[in-house]
């Protein structure tokens, strides 16, 4: 059985009557009221907590943690540290296949996207990593955590990054030195009330 924090539980977006779920800005503009969440990047919640709250995988591994203990911090790694970040076994084919591209027009992306990857040679939305040894707690059987960093969204970014490194060695774009992720670390106190 798969345990669920009532933090992460607070987190969920509401349902309407016709069970949608409510609009982003609506969601963002209720979450950020409550202190413990306030510091939440809204980059986080738009690419991930919001629309994967009730997704499996991320249920399985990460719905157990207390995310009033939780912090995000945007820092920068380098290439060979995202290359070697975890991916759950479910999405490593996913990952490698949007690794193998030698053309940005191969890219699934909107064009906005697109145009930053060939100007930048980076993603525009820094994905979130999972810095594992800052959980302190016993990690659940059922959740898949593993390693140093995992990646706990962005495995199309990460799989283009890889497509980026080829397509940089061809000399078609020029890949930027570091790339901006927000590193997701479990607080060893729960500072939130502070100013």
């Known amino acids: 059985m798969i345990l669920i924090h009532k933090s992460w ?3 969920k977006p509401n349902e309407e009557s016709n069970g949608n779920f409510e609009w982003f800005n609506e969601y ?3 979450i950020k009221n409550k202190i413990e969440f306030k510091d939440f990047p809204k ?6 907590i919001h629309p994967l709250h009730s997704n499996h995988q991320t249920i399985r591994n990460y719905a157990w943690m207390n995310y009033e203990f939780i912090g995000f911090e945007l820092i920068e ?3 060979q540290q995202l290359d070697e970040l ?3 076994e479910d999405f490593r084919e996913y990952v490698d296949l949007r690794g193998n591209y030698s053309e940005l027009n191969q890219f699934c992306c909107i064009d906005k996207d697109i145009e930053f990857w ?19 707690s016993e990690i659940p059987n059922w959740s898949e955590i593993s390693s140093r960093f995992q990646l706990v969204e962005g ?13 940089n060695e061809l000399g078609n774009v020029h890949m930027a030195q570091k790339h901006k992720v927000y590193l997701m670390k479990v607080r060893k106190h729960n500072n939130v009330y502070k100013k």
């Open 43 to 48: 980059e986080v919640l738009e690419q991930w």
């Open 155 to 167: 495995h199309s970014r990460l799989g283009y990054l890889k497509s980026i490194k080829r397509i």
């Open 9 to 11: 539980s607070d987190l």
């Open 86 to 88: 975890y991916v759950i």
């Open 77 to 79: 790694f380098e290439f």
């Open 28 to 30: 963002y503009d209720r």
């Open 118 to 136: 060939a100007t930048n040679g980076t993603w525009r939305i820094p994905p979130i990593v999972l810095d594992t040894n800052s959980i302190n």
